[in-house]
Nanobody
Framework: VQLQASGGGLVQAGGSLRLSCVAS????????VGWFRQAPGKDREFVAA????????VYADTVKGRFTISRDNAKNTVYLHMINLRPEDTADYYC???????????????????WGQGTQVTVSS
């Protein structure tokens, strides 16, 4: 599976962006897809994930209520819709996929076998 993330940019605080993660592969619908982010000098952190089997979603507490993850399996695409953005959301955002993750492990970057390149999100105050 190859992943291509896009949609980042510069936005003012309170603004919104929609990130996209497009995947190759015919069995993408079975994969759990996660979004992670990494700010300069910080560790990569979990943002949100969506299961392949039932589209069950998981969110980090820091984004709950502001970010929404969704998927369109017909387009092999997972989206991350972000609203009410804050300066602390500034980071490189990465999508990742795997078809063997148990629900309790979706927050762990090490559990994902496939990664896309980052897309930069900058939120100005």
């Amino acid at each position: 599976v190859q992943l291509q993330a896009s949609g980042g940019g510069l936005v003012q605080a309170g603004g919104s962006l929609r990130l996209s993660c497009v995947a190759s592969g015919r069995t993408f619908s079975r994969y759990t897809v996660g979004w992670f982010r990494q700010a300069p000098g910080k560790d990569r952190e979990f943002v949100a994930a969506i299961r392949g089997s039932n589209s069950f979603t998981v969110y980090a507490d820091t984004v709950k209520g502001r970010f929404t993850i969704s998927r369109d399996n017909a387009k092999n695409t997972v989206y991350l819709h972000m609203i009410n953005l804050r300066p602390e959301d500034t980071a490189d955002y990465y999508c990742a996929a795997d078809n063997g993750i148990i629900l309790s492990s979706v927050r762990q970057p090490s559990e994902y076998d496939y990664w896309g390149q980052g897309t930069q999100v900058t939120v100005s105050s």
